[in-house]
């Protein structure tokens, strides 16, 4: 399988007139509550294209619903361990104008074990890859098992922070990352520039860059391979990038090649962009054949 130690969050989205002001208190139009989290979203692209994933994480041992909503999903659930700390969860308002206000607590996400981490991992050695975001605890540690035991390790280091620099990135299988991360991760602004700082400090990287409603791009062994975007209306961006994540590296691990890969990632991430939500706006791979016919 793929082994995806990620974030679990539940999101409750609150509709509000303006974003609250200091000192007021201000009631919400509506409340909606669902799954979320870079980790989670990623396990349950992984699954929709047709991937085995097992998902490591924690969430309160009030929030069964989670797992349960994830196993339904197609994700392997064992090895996540219910906490009596809070599941991590995201307090969003969403404004008149459609813009968000966003308070996230890491909470469970933030106190996995090194136990847990490294029995899992020696467990899986014969795991496809390790897959990992940026929003759990013992990032570092997972990142080196991993790498110890011989499994390709593939970083999406969102959000992206100063001490993702820090990681030794060369020894990566696969990084994938947004421009805003590659932006921030090279210090480099011009996307000539970020790919060529990124293929010149991870020569054995694969190397794979999203440019939103431009597609993607990735980079490997002195080749550079294009996706544009399919064209189509955005309705809500939110869990594009890791419905793009996790349909690529479900084609990678299936053997298909980087191309196909790509653009089967961009497929499925430009239908993601055509609905509301996160989970729920994640395609399966029958949306997608019927989306080319
Ligand atoms: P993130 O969601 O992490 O900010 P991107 O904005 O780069 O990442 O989006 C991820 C992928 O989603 C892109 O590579 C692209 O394939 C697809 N995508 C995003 N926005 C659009 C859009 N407006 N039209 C078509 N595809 C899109």
Redesign the pocket.
């Given at each position: 399988p793929i082994i995806n130690i990620g974030s679990i969050n539940i999101d409750y989205v609150y509709r509000v007139p303006h974003f609250v002001q200091p000192g007021e208190t201000l009631a919400s139009q509506t409340l909606s509550k669902g799954l979320g989290g870079k980790g989670a979203n990623q396990s349950v692209a992984i699954a929709a294209a047709g991937g085995h994933v097992q998902h490591v994480g924690q969430v309160h041992q009030s929030d069964v619903w989670a797992v349960e909503q994830l196993t339904a999903a197609g994700v392997g659930t064992d090895a996540i361990q219910l906490s009596s700390e809070a599941s991590g969860h995201a307090i969003i308002q969403v404004d008149d104008a459609g813009e968000n206000a966003i308070v996230l607590h890491g909470g469970a996400n933030q106190t996995l074990k090194p136990d847990t981490v490294s029995s899992v991992l020696t467990q899986h050695s014969e795991a496809a890859c390790l897959l990992l975001q940026n929003e759990c605890n013992l990032l570092a540690d997972s990142f080196a098992i991993a790498h110890e035991l011989g499994v390709a390790v593939v970083l999406n280091p969102?959000p992206m922070t100063q001490d993702i620099i820090d990681l030794p990135l060369h020894l990566l299988d696969t990084l994938i990352v947004?421009?805003?991360?590659a932006q921030g991760l090279t210090g480099e602004i011009a996307i000539d520039d970020v790919v060529r700082t990124l293929r010149d400090r991870l020569p054995n990287t694969r190397l794979v860059i999203?440019?939103?409603?431009?597609?993607?791009l990735l980079a490997h062994s002195g080749k550079i391979l294009e996706?544009a975007?399919?064209?189509?209306t955005?309705v809500d961006?939110?869990?594009?990038?890791?419905?793009?994540v996790g349909y690529f590296l479900a084609g990678v691990v299936a053997g298909l090649s980087d191309q196909d890969s790509l653009a089967r990632?961009?497929?499925a991430?430009?239908i993601?962009?055509t609905r509301s939500g996160a989970i729920s706006s994640i395609p399966t791979l029958d949306e997608l054949s019927r989306y080319k016919n």
């Open positions: 969102a947004n421009q805003g991360e999203t440019l939103g409603a431009q597609g993607a996706c975007a399919e064209h189509v955005a961006t939110t869990g594009a990038g890791d419905t793009f990632a961009c497929l991430s430009a993601a962009v």
